[in-house]
Structure formats: C-alpha cells, structure tokens
C-alpha cells in the first residue's frame, strides 16, 4: 500500500514551482505558496455529491482533494441507488472517473469516517472537511406492525437489488400475490417496476445474480401504491410514469373518481406538473386503442395508484407471524398549493397484502459526535454548505439540504458548496499554515488496521465485474461481499 500512497503523496516532498494557469486569483498565492501550502482539502462520501463536490475544488490550481468513501467501491447511489434497468443515468460514473484521475484527487475507500477515522482527527490533517455522505437510513412508518415480517424499506429493497452490502442479507419474500407500496415518488415506482418487470428484460442490466433469482420466483401480481394525497401532488416524474404505463405484462388501475374535477385545477399548475397530470388523467379516463387494449387485455400482471389513504397499521396473519394486509385511513385534502394537506375523514379500509415496502424518504444519520445534526430534519446545519459554528466544516448534498432532487440537483448544490469553500480559502479564512493530508490519516488507519482502497483497486474490481457479467450477457456481475473485494486486492 505504501508504494500506491507515494504515486499519489510523492509530489507533497518535492518543491514545486510551477505557476499557477493565467488569470488564476493571485489572492490565493498569497495565502498558500505553491511550494509548502497546497490546500488540503477532503470530502466525506464518494456518491454524486462527493465527486461533484471535489470536481469543483479542483478548479483551484494546487488544491488536492481525498475523497473517502465507506465502502470499498466508488459511486455511492448511482452505483447502489439507480435502477438497473436505467443505466443511461449512470453513465456520469464516466465523469466521476475523469475526476478520480486527475493528479491531485485521491480515492480512499474503506473508510468509514465517524469510526475508522474521526472528523476531528481530518479537521486537524486537512484545511477544510467537506461532509457528503448523503443518508444512509430511511424514515420510518411510526405505525403498529411495522416489525412485522413482510415489512422492509423500500431504501433496503432497493440496495438488495443492486448489490448493497449491507442489504444481501434482506431475503424478501415474493410468495404473495399483492405487494403494497407506501409512498409515491420515483424510488416507489422503482421498487414497482422491478417487481412486475418480466426477469428476462431484467437479464442484461446489472442486477445482482441472486435478486434475478429470487424475482425469477415471484408469484406477485398485483402492485399497489398508496399515497395520502391525490393525483396533483405525487412526488414521481412523468418518465417514471410512462414506463410504468407502457410495462410489458402490466396494466395499469386508475380510479377515474379520483380525477374527477381535476381538469380545470390543472390550468394553472406549472407546466411539468401539468404535463404530468394530463398523462395520468388519460390514463385513468381515456379508453385505449384497439391496440393498447389488446395489451392490457392480455398483461398478467397490474398495479395501481391508491390515492387519499394513509397508513394507520400493518395487519398480521391469523397467526401473527408476518404481515398480511395494511389499514388505511381514508384522508381529503384541506388547504391551497403547497399547503395542501391530507386530513382523515373517519373512514378506514383494508387492503390485503403479504408484503409491504416502505417508501416515504430517506433520511441521513449523524456521522460524528463533533458534527452539529438537527435529528428532526436529519441534516447537518448549514448555511450555503458552511456548517454552522465550525469553521472550515463544510457539507454538501442531501444530508445539507434533505434527500430531495435527482443527480442534476445534486450537481448544482454541490457546485454552491464548493464555491463557498474556495470564497472562504481566497478570504483567508481557513489555516493558512502546511497541513499533512493523507499523509497523516494514512498512519492513523494503518494503526487502527484499515487498509484504504485506491481507485486502482476499484479499478481491478470493476474490471473483474465486468470479466464475471460477460458470460450471461450482462455489463457487469456486482461483487457484493467487501470481504471478497478485499481478497481480491491481497488486502
């Protein structure tokens, strides 16, 4: 390991003494001579915010960037987030790759900050600390049979599917015939379309071998999605929509009830909002052509939206060993715009299922007792990214403004984060003095027994996926055990 530290590290020993590009902020100069104050910054996280974080600081001429990562591979939700069966949204691992390969930005995985190392111990090595390490947990039901058996997140399901380490253990069940989903967002109609999706158009994605087996089992054929408000306020896309509305072997159960009216309140709404109503109101009331009839006609499979319901409890079996069925409170809506809200009307109803998927949000975790973390909107307080009443402490991503957006959004908030540490560095507001980076966290860890992973070393297991997934068609076969990722390094 020594030797791979030294290709990163072995330019810190010597003096450099190139200048920086034209036009560069001589301001920077000034407070960090390029011969023994090159800013050392790193960031916590290797998911989009962490490369687009470190993407951004590299536009400083001497910065180097570390960027550690928990697990042993790179890319955090677009790795283990992004549908299998949607791998144009993962081609900006092509971007992130770009980034990893620059000369002053290092990849050190198998590391997990807040346990391996501590912030204050990186706060202490490094100029500035950048926290992007998104949220790792998923909010919860807060209802009555939620422990059932039967019961998971659809947070867990998804990270089962693509190759999660810590979700190969999940074992879903998929003997019953309904599943009912919690929540209308895009990882819900995810979690729907992977479920009703024939096993054959799942075969040359990258779905892990042992989720294809296990959904090449599944006797579900009824999906239902249950949200608490109606038709205008769900939180999924219109490119989700059409491709649950086109799935081959799915037909689609709108209740046209629950669109009644909703002709005229969508003249005002904004236009991708409008777009997306329309498509669904068709859907729900428009008969369909000899065609798409015909299709339906013949799907053995169907999911549906459930709209005004929420969830009151998780219904055991007659022998109260696993989940059967949820109570739904029938809710109307009360309120304008964004203040519209779902209040219960008294009324309640069954729905029948054996497996219930939880998919109302994400939520981050506190990373480390020194950080500053409002547990109630599970994000790290900040102002543009510059964590509250810590100096040279920086976050970006959802667990800086929530679990909200896609990749795109992302980019942007991380861009602003990184703006704001680059402001602070030209201000000379962070330690103007040398730091030792990597340099003295890699002693710290060799103490304590972790031993980091290059991006090299991912770049020999990538490889090694793609070797496996070519003899069934597939781009890549995940290696899910770190331990075996680990014996496949000599680690």
Same mark, same amino acid.
């Given at each position: 390991?020594?030797?791979?530290?030294?290709?990163?590290?072995?330019?810190?020993?010597?003096?450099?003494?190139?200048?920086?590009?034209?036009?560069?902020?001589?301001?920077?100069?000034?407070?960090?001579?390029?011969?023994?104050?090159?800013?050392?910054?790193?960031?916590?996280?290797?998911?989009?915010?962490?490369?687009?974080?470190?993407?951004?600081?590299?536009?400083?001429?001497?910065?180097?960037?570390?960027?550690?990562?928990?697990?042993?591979?790179?890319?955090?939700?677009?790795?283990?987030?992004?549908?299998?069966?949607?791998?144009?949204?993962?081609?900006?691992?092509?971007?992130?790759?770009?980034?990893?390969?620059?000369?002053?930005?290092?990849?050190?995985?198998?590391?997990?900050?807040?346990?391996?190392?501590?912030?204050?111990?990186?706060?202490?090595?490094?100029?500035?600390?950048?926290?992007?390490?998104?949220?790792?947990?998923?909010?919860?039901?807060?209802?009555?049979?939620?422990?059932?058996?039967?019961?998971?997140?659809?947070?867990?399901?998804?990270?089962?599917?693509?190759?999660?380490?810590?979700?190969?253990?999940?074992?879903?069940?998929?003997?019953?015939?309904?599943?009912?989903?919690?929540?209308?967002?895009?990882?819900?109609?995810?979690?729907?379309?992977?479920?009703?999706?024939?096993?054959?158009?799942?075969?040359?994605?990258?779905?892990?071998?042992?989720?294809?087996?296990?959904?090449?089992?599944?006797?579900?054929?009824?999906?239902?999605?249950?949200?608490?408000?109606?038709?205008?306020?769900?939180?999924?896309?219109?490119?989700?929509?059409?491709?649950?509305?086109?799935?081959?072997?799915?037909?689609?159960?709108?209740?046209?009830?629950?669109?009644?009216?909703?002709?005229?309140?969508?003249?005002?709404?904004?236009?991708?909002?409008?777009? %997306?109503?329309? !498509?669904?109101?068709?859907?729900?009331?428009?008969? $369909?052509? =000899?065609?798409? @009839? #015909?299709? +339906? *006609?013949?799907?053995?499979?169907?999911?549906?939206?459930?709209?005004?319901?929420?969830?009151?409890?998780?219904?055991?079996?007659?022998?109260?060993?696993?989940?059967?069925?949820?109570?739904?409170?029938?809710?109307?809506?009360?309120?304008?715009?964004?203040?519209?809200?779902?209040?219960?009307?008294?009324?309640?109803?069954?729905?029948?299922?054996?497996?219930?998927?939880?998919?109302?949000?994400?939520?981050?975790?506190?990373?480390?007792?020194?950080?500053?973390?409002?547990?109630?909107?599970?994000?790290?307080?900040?102002?543009?990214?510059?964590?509250?009443?810590?100096?040279?402490?920086?976050?970006?991503?959802?667990?800086?403004?929530?679990?909200?957006?896609?990749?795109?959004?992302?980019?942007?908030?991380?861009?602003?984060?990184?703006?704001?540490? %680059?402001?602070? !560095?030209?201000?000379?507001?962070?330690?103007?003095? $040398?730091? =030792?980076?990597? @340099? #003295?966290? +890699? *002693?710290?860890?060799?103490?304590?027994?972790?031993?980091?992973?290059?991006?090299?070393?991912?770049?020999?297991?990538?490889?090694?996926?793609?070797?496996?997934?070519?003899?069934?068609?597939?781009?890549?076969?995940?290696?899910?055990?770190?331990?075996?990722?680990?014996?496949?390094?000599?680690?």
């Amino acid at each position: 390991m020594a030797s791979r530290c030294w290709r990163w590290w072995g330019w810190s020993a010597r003096p450099r003494t190139r200048l920086p590009p034209a036009g560069s902020t001589p301001s920077f100069r000034h407070h960090f001579s390029t011969q023994e104050k090159t800013p050392q910054i790193c960031v916590g996280g290797s998911g989009p915010a962490g490369f687009y974080t470190a993407q951004h600081l590299l536009k400083h001429p001497q910065a180097h960037v570390d960027i550690y990562e928990k697990q042993p591979v790179p890319f955090g939700l677009v790795r283990f987030g992004v549908a299998p069966d949607h791998p144009e949204v993962k081609n900006v691992i092509n971007t992130f790759t770009q980034t990893a390969h620059s000369g002053r930005c290092a990849f050190w995985g198998n590391v997990e900050v807040g346990r391996d190392v501590t912030v204050p111990e990186l706060r202490e090595a490094y100029h500035a600390v950048v926290l992007s390490y998104g949220a790792e947990d998923h909010r919860a039901l807060e209802i009555p049979g939620e422990e059932l058996p039967g019961v998971c997140s659809a947070r867990a399901f998804v990270g089962w599917y693509n190759g999660l380490p810590e979700n190969q253990e999940l074992e879903p069940d998929l003997s019953c015939d309904t599943a009912v989903i919690l929540g209308q967002g895009n990882v819900a109609l995810d979690v729907a379309r992977i479920l009703l999706t024939p096993p054959e158009h799942l075969e040359r994605t990258d779905i892990t071998k042992a989720a294809l087996g296990v959904l090449r089992q599944s006797r579900v054929k009824t999906v239902w999605l249950v949200g608490r408000r109606g038709p205008l306020q769900v939180a999924f896309t219109i490119k989700e929509l059409r491709e649950m509305i086109q799935l081959p072997g799915a037909r689609p159960i709108l209740d046209p009830v629950d669109f009644l009216g909703l002709q005229d309140k969508i003249k005002e709404v904004p236009r991708p909002r409008k777009r %997306l109503t329309e !498509l669904l109101l068709r859907t729900a009331t428009e008969k $369909p052509g =000899p065609e798409e @009839a #015909a299709r +339906q *006609a013949s799907a053995s499979r169907a999911w549906g939206l459930r709209f005004f319901r929420s969830p009151q409890q998780v219904l055991p079996s007659p022998d109260g060993r696993r989940a059967a069925g949820v109570r739904l409170a029938v809710t109307r809506l009360e309120g304008v715009d964004e203040a519209t809200r779902a209040v219960p009307t008294g009324d309640m109803e069954d729905l029948p299922c054996g497996l219930v998927l939880s998919s109302i949000g994400y939520k981050s975790r506190p990373v480390d007792p020194s950080v500053p973390f409002d547990s109630k909107l599970g994000v790290i307080p900040n102002v543009e990214g510059r964590v509250m009443d810590v100096p040279g402490l920086y976050c970006s991503g959802w667990v800086k403004r929530g679990p909200t957006g896609v990749i795109a959004t992302t980019m942007t908030d991380s861009f602003l984060t990184g703006q704001m540490l %680059l402001q602070d !560095l030209k201000a000379g507001l962070l330690p103007s003095g $040398p730091r =030792p980076g990597y @340099a #003295a966290i +890699q *002693a710290l860890l060799s103490s304590r027994g972790v031993r980091p992973v290059s991006f090299s070393d991912w770049e020999k297991l990538d490889a090694e996926e793609v070797v496996r997934g070519q003899g069934t068609g597939k781009p890549r076969e995940k290696l899910v055990d770190p331990q075996e990722m680990l014996r496949l390094l000599g680690h």
